[in-house]
Structure formats: C-alpha cells, structure tokens
C-alpha cells in the first residue's frame, strides 16, 4: 500500500469497513435479538466513527452476550482492539471471528490489514489471497489492490503491477491502484500510460504530497510547464514539510 507505503493506507477496515462490513455469524438467532446485535454493533461503529474507540468494546461484548459466536461481532471488535493498539486482543478477535466463519471475507480482509500494519506481510498476503478468491466478495476489489500493497512493499513490482491491474478491471474507482500504476509505469519510462493512471487518479482523489511530486515530474517530462507549475505551487503550499517537496527542490529547484 516509487511508492509511499504507511500502514493505514492499507487499513480498509479502519477507513472503509466500519460502515460496510458484513459477514453472516454461523447459527440463527431470533429476528429481535438479531437486531438487538446489530443495533449494539451500530452504537460501537458509532463510537468509533466519533473518535470513541474505548467506548465501543462494551456494546460489542453485550452484543456477545446475545450470539457469543457472531463472526461479524469478533471481526468488529478485532478493528476495535487494533485501533486501540491492543494487538494481542486485536489478533485474538480477528482468529476467532474466522473460526466461527471461515468465508467471511471482510474479517479476513481486516485482518490481512492488521497483519499488515504489524509488518507480517507474508501473512497479511496469504489473508488477502484467500478473500481474493471469493467471487461473490462485494470487494473483492480492494483485496486484489491490497496484494498489490504488499507486493510493492516485498519490492515485487511485477506482480504488484499485476495485482493493481486486475483490481482495476473489478473497480475502476481505485484510487489507490491508479495511482501505484501511474508510479510504476513513470519509473519504468512509459509516461503515456502513467498519465493515464495518473488522470484517473486525480479524478478520484484529492491530491497528496505523492501524486503531486508524480504529477510534477509527468507535466514537466510531457513539456506542459504551467501544469507542472501549479502542481509545484500546491505541493509547497500544502506539504510545506513533506519528503516530496525536499525532493522536488533538490532535483528540480525553482526553474518553473
């Protein structure tokens, strides 16, 4: 996740997961006590969502209480644990989410990026393998991308490149592949494609200290200096102390 790679960039769970991930607990419970343990697990991803993170442990141990082998519960509260930096904990829910549930996906997805975010990128890989291969995964998408994450970060650019690749034909909208494809393809000298990445990036995303440094260096190789100008000018203005920008001024300078 020619790359920036911080672990929270990786965390679909923390970003994205809190508000759409589903996995189906083994057993039945009644319809009332079924939405009791939704609306507990709602009130947790409330308090999370807040800025509350120790708040939400107790909705979800009551949310225990009512269907103590609910994978969806386990999976949440293992996001809970890891942004709490309980790791042990975190780890702990993650494995016995999966142990209920072995085809949740969205838990094995967040927990590759727990494993992830503890530098344990073999593993992390393999969880993201294993969600990759579940075609009725709503995003499937996105664990592709995070193969390609890792990847970049083993320094197997090819199949990082293969990965992205292949998430984007699942969902164009990646943000994130389009940019690691727009990186790679400038390193490699092939601007026409990065360029191409590049400007669906930029209609995804605002930009960052990485894709403005990127989108300086493929205006000025293209010749088009007043776009490279103005991405010059906002990276000075919003990154004022980013790595970027001490690179630009040492390769480049001043000169726009």
């Known amino acids: 996740m020619g790359v920036k790679l911080k672990p929270a960039a990786l965390l679909l769970a923390l970003s994205m997961g ?3 991930c589903v996995s189906t607990s083994v057993g039945k419970v009644p319809v009332n006590q ?7 697990m709602n009130l947790a991803k409330g308090y999370v969502q807040g800025g509350y993170a120790e708040k939400a442990v107790k909705p979800l141990e009551r949310a225990l209480q009512i269907e103590p082998r609910s994978a969806d519960v386990y999976g949440l509260l293992g996001m809970v644990y890891q942004i709490q930096s309980e790791a042990a904990l975190a780890e702990k829910s993650f494995k016995t989410a999966l142990s209920y549930n072995s085809d949740a996906s969205d838990v094995r997805n967040n ?3 727990f494993l992830f975010s503890q530098g344990r990128l073999s593993e992390a890989y393999r969880q993201f393998e294993l969600a990759s291969q579940d075609l009725s995964y709503p995003s499937r998408s996105r664990t592709f991308e995070n193969m390609g994450i890792v990847a970049l970060r083993q320094g197997k650019q090819s199949l990082a490149t293969q990965h992205f ?3 984007l034909r699942l969902n164009s909208s990646l943000a994130r ?3 690691e494809l727009a990186d790679i393809y400038f ?3 092939n601007n026409r494609k990065s360029w191409q990445f ?3 990036f930029i209609g995804l995303s605002q930009q960052d200290a990485k894709s403005l440094w990127l989108g300086i260096q493929l205006a000025r190789s293209s010749g088009e200096k007043d776009k490279a100008a103005s991405y010059a000018l906002q990276l000075e203005r919003l990154y004022p102390g980013s790595k970027e920008l001490k690179e630009y001024r ?4 001043y000169e726009y």
């Open 111 to 113: 927990y590759g990026a």
């Open 198 to 200: 590049y400007q669906s």
């Open 187 to 189: 390193n490699q000298g």
């Open 177 to 179: 592949a389009n940019l």
């Open 34 to 40: 079924d939405k009791a343990v939704s609306d507990y």
């Open 165 to 167: 690749e292949k998430a």
């Open 18 to 20: 809190l508000t759409g």
């Open 250 to 253: 040492s390769r480049v300078g």
